[in-house]
């Protein structure tokens, strides 16, 4: 069974928020939430994760429910260049990553 | 750094003939992770190595696939006989710890198999 659900598209207007919304409701204590994006043609690239508390970087923001049982990444100010595969992962700390099919983002001009 | 560097980025070759896939992770990583992406199946994990040394190879589909990592700056994936069916995109990854689990990809291999 899948840990996560992500919606399978989703569209952003360039200059907009982008907020992509993950599922883990069966989301175990000591597993963290990851999240990936992979750029057309490219490697996947490490975006963001957490535990329990809200996080941000230079990329994106991480909101996770109080319960846990779901997540939003953020991205504040969407580009062109942010078009991508975004991958919500829940994994233990120390365990392979396991890769789903995660959400089309595409940002339009 | 360079980045996790993946040589060749495109392969074409006979079905039949062995392909072997060449990965340098990122200094200082101790994991080096080699994936399979297809449209079918997606992202799946093959094998990874912690300090050179086969961690989990549960991902290896058969015996035709082989992987090593000789030193902590090369590792190859090799694949003999080649069948069509193992036409894919090739990524590698390194990381320092699976404690925060933070992988950085290769550019990938594209494998053609006629």
């Known amino acids: 069974d899948a840990k996560t659900t992500q919606p399978t598209s989703m569209d952003c207007a360039e200059g907009r928020a982008a907020n992509l919304p993950c599922n883990h409701s069966t989301i175990s204590g000591n597993e963290y939430v990851y999240w990936y994006r992979q750029i057309h043609s490219q490697g996947p690239q490490y975006i963001i994760h957490g535990l329990k508390n809200n996080e941000t970087n230079e990329m994106a923001s991480l909101i996770i429910t109080e319960d846990r049982k779901s997540s939003t990444l953020i991205l504040p100010h969407a580009t062109l260049r942010d078009t991508a595969v975004y991958y919500c992962?829940?994994?233990?700390?120390?365990?392979?990553?396991?890769f789903g099919e995660g959400t089309q983002l595409t940002v339009n001009p | 750094d360079a980045g996790v560097i993946q040589s060749p980025r495109h392969e074409v070759t006979e079905m039949g003939q062995e392909v072997t896939l060449r990965c340098k992770p990122i200094?200082?990583?101790?994991?080096l992770f080699w994936y399979r992406q297809t449209m079918m199946r997606g992202l799946e994990l093959l094998i990874y190595?912690?300090?050179?040394?086969?961690?989990?190879d549960s991902g290896m589909p058969e015996d035709r696939f082989s992987a090593k990592m000789p030193n902590a700056s090369f590792s190859t994936l090799k694949i003999q006989p080649s069948e069509p069916r193992d036409s894919a995109v090739y990524f590698c990854?390194?990381?320092?710890?699976?404690?925060?689990?933070?992988?950085?990809f290769g550019a990938g291999t594209r494998l053609s198999v006629l």
């Open positions: 992962i829940v994994q233990d700390s120390g365990s392979r990553l396991t």
């Open positions: 190595f912690n300090n050179n040394v086969p961690i989990d």
């Open positions: 200094s200082g990583h101790d994991y």
């Open positions: 990854a390194s990381a320092q710890s699976l404690a925060k689990n933070i992988q950085y």
